[in-house]
């Protein structure tokens, strides 16, 4: 069974722009959560869909937004980049059972300059 | 919200030597509890998971993680460290009544020293 994948897997930015990331989960897996990790701040929840709604979100600005399709994929966007905004942002997919694991993807690393 | 506690950002052990990495979460329901590894530009890989039943549990790669409740405390060992074992490694839990969100600790980079 092929695992998450992330595209693009690198990116670089200018400040000011916006940037749309992308994520496949596993197939048969409806639940698709981003998060962003940095050296400074760590992994960090940016929110999770599950059957094309947001069902949780972690505390970040409202330029960070996503969305989910009907057919479990999953894209985040965020605008008006800043410097700050540089991140590995990890996808993860899941099932929808208490205590099942989250699979993780390899990553998009976004570099703004 | 959950909080979770990694003592140590670096620990260096020899190859052979015990491997102990500390997790300490928050929370007086017991969560359900996972460690994940995370090589060099690259994604997260389960090791192992707690889920209430059996207190130890057996991962891959040789790892076994402890959950005692009354210490609050889930930490990750492995007898003998390989080479192949240097890498970054996370704790997380995820809450029983939203267990889609996880909380991650920040991680400790296990060195292995030849």
């Known amino acids: 069974k092929a695992g998450v ?6 990116l670089i930015k200018t400040r000011g722009q916006q940037v749309t990331l992308s994520c496949s989960p596993i197939s048969g897996h409806r639940s698709v959560s981003w998060y962003q990790q940095t050296p400074g701040q760590g ?44 991140a590995l942002y990890l996808c993860a997919s899941s099932l929808e059972l208490a205590g099942y694991e989250q699979y993780f993807g390899p990553g998009t690393r976004l570099t703004v300059t | 919200a959950q909080s979770v506690t990694q003592l140590g950002s670096h620990v260096s052990v020899s190859e052979g030597a015990l491997v102990l990495l500390r997790c300490n979460y928050s929370s007086s329901v017991p969560p359900y509890l996972f460690w994940y590894v995370q090589y060099p530009n690259q994604g997260l890989q389960l090791l192992l998971k707690y889920t209430s039943a059996a207190t130890l549990v057996k991962g891959i790669n040789g790892f076994e993680a402890e959950f005692k409740k009354s210490e609050t405390s889930f930490h990750l060992t492995k007898p003998s460290a390989h080479m192949s074992d240097a890498a970054e490694y996370f704790c997380a839990v995820s809450e029983k009544n939203n267990f889609n969100k996880f909380y991650f600790g920040s991680g400790t980079k296990l060195n292995v020293k030849p």
Not at chain 1, 5 to 10: A, C, D, F, H, L
Not at chain 1, 54 to 74: A, C, D, I, M, Y
Request: hydrophobic residues 25%; proline residues 4%; charged residues 20%.
């Open chain 1, 5 to 10: 994948t992330q595209t693009p897997r690198y």
């Open chain 1, 43 to 86: 992994l960090q929840f940016l929110f999770e869909y599950f059957s094309e709604t947001q069902r949780n979100k972690g505390n970040f600005p409202g330029r960070f937004s996503g969305r989910q399709f009907s057919n479990s994929r999953s894209e985040m966007n965020v605008s008006t980049l800043e410097l700050g905004d540089s």
